[in-house]
């Protein structure tokens, strides 16, 4: 019975009513603890934020802040992407990386980066196979955790446009 049936994986937005998921999520995934306004930017970055379920438990999420260039244009950063162990190399983290990348598309949004712990290769090699590339190292960025270095890992979607 339901042999082959796939598992309905699906994303909702984030907002008040639902920003505990967020936080027991990134309580189980991360070394870090995050701030109010870790909270508040993932609220404002309205659908660049998303929970993933995994039929209807909550298995994973991620949560970007929009930033504003110099220039005026809007850079997204991935302040954190996560999916529970046991859930993990089911397709998940493409699901939500997509999802951010397509909205970054949508709204010719050019420049998306994010800082990742020098040990983590599984999560380098993972943001690798989407184009982000290692664009800066930053030492004793991490003031909790070992080792305290970083990547910059980034990822530009669109060329600039030439002058006419
Ligand atoms: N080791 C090797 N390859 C992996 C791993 C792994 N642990 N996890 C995923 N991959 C590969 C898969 O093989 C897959 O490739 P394929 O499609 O060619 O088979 C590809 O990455 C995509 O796999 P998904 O199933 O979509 O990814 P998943 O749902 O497992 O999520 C993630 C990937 C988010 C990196 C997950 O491993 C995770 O939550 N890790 C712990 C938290 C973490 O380190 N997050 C990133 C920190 S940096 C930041 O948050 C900004």
């Known amino acids: 019975m339901g042999a082959g049936k796939a598992v309905p994986i699906s994303l909702d937005g984030v907002r008040d009513k639902n920003l505990m ?3 027991k999520l990134n309580v189980a995934l ?30 994973g999420a991620i949560a970007c802040r929009l930033e504003k260039k110099e220039s005026g244009a809007i850079r997204v950063y991935i302040m954190t992407l996560g999916v529970l162990a046991p859930y993990r190399g089911l397709g998940i983290g ?28 599984d999560a380098i090699n993972f943001y690798k196979k989407f184009g982000f590339e290692i664009t ?29």
Do not use: W
């Open 21 to 23: 998921q967020l936080k």
């Open 30 to 59: 991360f070394p870090v603890r995050y701030n109010d306004k870790y909270y508040a930017d993932a609220l404002a970055s309205g659908d660049f934020t998303k929970l993933a379920y995994y039929s209807d438990i909550c298995v």
């Open 94 to 121: 493409t699901m939500l990386l997509n999802h951010v990348l397509d909205l970054c598309t949508k709204q010719s949004i050019s420049e998306i980066y994010l800082h990742v712990q020098t040990n983590n290769e």
């Open 136 to 164: 800066d190292t930053i030492q004793n960025y991490y003031t909790n955790i070992t080792p305290p270095d970083c990547y910059v890992l980034t990822k530009f979607i669109l060329e600039p446009q030439a002058k006419k």
